[in-house]
């Protein structure tokens, strides 16, 4: 997987919800539990993680943008460590209660700073976004 002579890697980042499950095959697990929770305003409750009213809620946050912000080099480091090596593949699970707000939009936050990288190819999926 390399282009050109740069070397790739394949970074795959989920959400997921900790009551269906923590998953077994991450690289890195992280609960974004502590930040702002939108389940419990009632408006707020029937969108995903994918709606800008949710993304403000929680990536826009104080605690949401300062995490991101302490996230991204962390991520930037051990992805150029394993590029460096033999291993150049990445899998960061991204936690919150149920997999619908709160991972979510980390999710596609995160996602959308290393999306356009060439020498990082992005994958993301929402393993329970659509469960109540």
């Not at 970074?11 to 389940?39: C, E, M, Q, T, W």
């Not at 912000?69 to 149920?98: H, N, V, W, Y």
């Amino acid at each position: 997987m390399d282009r050109g002579h740069a070397k790739v890697l394949k970074l795959s980042i989920f959400s997921f919800g900790f009551k269906h499950g923590v998953p077994v095959d991450a690289s890195v697990l992280l609960d974004v539990r502590f930040l702002p929770n939108p389940y419990w305003e009632e408006r707020l409750r029937p969108l995903s993680g994918r709606d800008p009213e949710i993304v403000s809620f929680v990536v826009d946050s104080e605690a949401g943008a300062r995490f991101l912000s302490l996230l991204e080099p962390l991520l930037s480091f051990i992805g150029d460590q394993l590029k460096a090596g033999a291993k150049r593949e990445l899998r960061i699970g991204i936690g919150c209660t149920g997999g619908r707000h709160r991972s979510v939009a980390v999710v596609e936050a995160l996602a959308g700073m290393f999306v356009g990288r060439v020498d990082v190819d992005v994958d993301i999926f929402h393993r329970d976004i659509g469960k109540r």
